[in-house]
C-alpha cells in the first residue's frame, strides 16, 4: 500500500514539474523586454498609408501626450510569428473609469525590413485595441523586426 502511495505521489511530482518546465520554456510566454525607441531604428522617410480620423486626433493631441509616455518601466514583448510587437506603458491616470495598471500599444509589421509598413493601435485601460495609422518606412538600416 505504501509503495502505490509512493509510485502516485512520485508521478504526480514528475508531471508537475514537466508541466512547470514546459511553460517556461514554451515560446509564448510572456517575456517583457525594456523598450526604448531607439530599437525601431531610424527612417530616411515615411508615408502615411491610411488612418482613423476620430482616433488620429484624440491619440495625437490629448492620449500621446498622458498615457503613453516612455519611462523606465514601458517593456515590450514580440511575437516572431505573427510580427506583432506589444508596448506597455504604466497608466499615469486612474480616471478611465477601470483601475488599470497598463495601457498598451500594438506594432504589426508587413513588408521588408528595410521598407516596412507598420499598423499602430493602441488600447486605454480595459478598452478593445482601436486602429490608429498604418505607415510605410523606408530605414537608414534594416529593422530586426
Sequence with gaps: MKKTFYRTLLLIG???AGFLAFASLHPQAATWHQYSP???GYAKKQRIIKYNGSNWWNYEEIYLKKYFKDTQS???QYNHKSRKMIIRYVNPSKSLGVNTKYNYRKLVFHGSKSQPVIQYYYKLG???F???YTI???M??????
Design 130 to 132: 482601436q486602429f490608429l
Design 136 to 138: 510605410k518606412y523606408w
Design 140 to 145: 537608414f538600416h534594416p529593422i530586426k523586426y
Design 38 to 40: 531607439k530599437i525601431m
Design 14 to 16: 514528475t508531471v508537475f
Design 74 to 76: 514601458t517593456k515590450y
Design 126 to 128: 480595459n478598452q478593445k
